[in-house]
């Protein structure tokens, strides 16, 4: 087993448990001499800045989290949900506890990923307080993340599938296409997209992103199923979160068809 200090959304229980990460203890933890960044630029551009951390010569820079206990095996699941070799590198820090120090993993931002102009988007501050709150950090910590300037976009028009005829495809068929995507009714061709995309083409390649994108929200309680999307139950917030990335997906990808579930 190892030690990993989550700073991020990864504070959230929540959050980290629908990505197949389950630790088997989790305390909250604190890092002296570095500060908190949002200037990890996503994947879709929509979703603003993502949490980093940096070396910080002020005396007076902490960095406060939670530092869980985490299976080796998870690891590999680790690398995968926090873009490994392509967004983030892996370092390992020494944090305080309540019951000691920590020797612990943890994720920091590849240079060519970051934009010091980001801003972290409302819905992903949201999961952060959360988690803070949950591990008990202190109040005017959880104060600072809620206070955080955040970046906000005009909202997305309603999507339009493109004119024309297109095939259908079902979990399948979609399944013989490994470049291929869906989200909220609509298949994408990933081929040619930027090259950070790349790194998604296993974890999207082949499938219905729907749900991946669902369980991100920071209304998510994990339990989200595909009826929730076939039987169309769904809040205004999580149609709006699949309608802006069906523009996002439109804008990186090619359209292909429909996807029925």
């Known amino acids: 087993m190892f030690y990993y200090f989550g700073y991020g959304s990864n504070m959230n229980l929540t959050s980290l448990r629908v990505k197949g990460v389950n630790p088997v203890t989790s305390e909250k933890a604190s890092l002296s001499g570095w500060q908190l960044l949002f200037n990890v630029r996503h994947w879709f551009r929509h979703e603003g800045g ?59 931002g590849i240079p060519v990923h970051l ?89 999207f390649g082949g499938k219905d992103a729907s749900l991946f994108h669902l369980k991100r929200l920071d209304t998510s309680d994990g339990n989200e199923t595909d009826a929730d999307i076939r039987e169309d139950r769904l809040s205004p917030a999580q149609r709006a979160c699949l309608n802006a990335y069906l523009h996002e997906y439109n804008a990186e990808y090619r359209y292909v068809g429909r996807y029925r579930h």
């Open 115 to 203: 934009d010091d102009s980001c801003l972290p988007t409302q819905r992903y501050l949201n999961i952060l307080v959360k988690g803070a709150m949950g591990a008990s950090i202190d109040p005017e910590y959880v104060e600072r993340l809620r206070t955080h300037p955040i970046y906000v976009r005009d909202p997305y028009p309603p999507f339009e599938h493109p004119a024309g005829s297109h095939p259908e495809f079902d979990a399948q068929t979609l399944s013989e296409h490994p470049l291929y995507t869906a989200v909220a009714g609509a298949v994408f061709d990933m081929k040619g997209a930027r090259w950070e995309h790349e790194y998604l083409f296993d974890l």
């Open 50 to 108: 993502m949490g980093n951390i940096r070396p910080c010569d002020d005396p007076s820079c902490i960095v406060k989290g939670v530092v869980h206990l985490i299976e080796d095996h998870e690891l590999a699941t680790m690398d995968i949900v926090e873009a490994y070799g392509v967004g983030y590198d892996r370092i390992e820090v020494e944090v305080q506890t309540e019951s000691g120090p920590r020797l612990a993993t943890c994720y920091v």
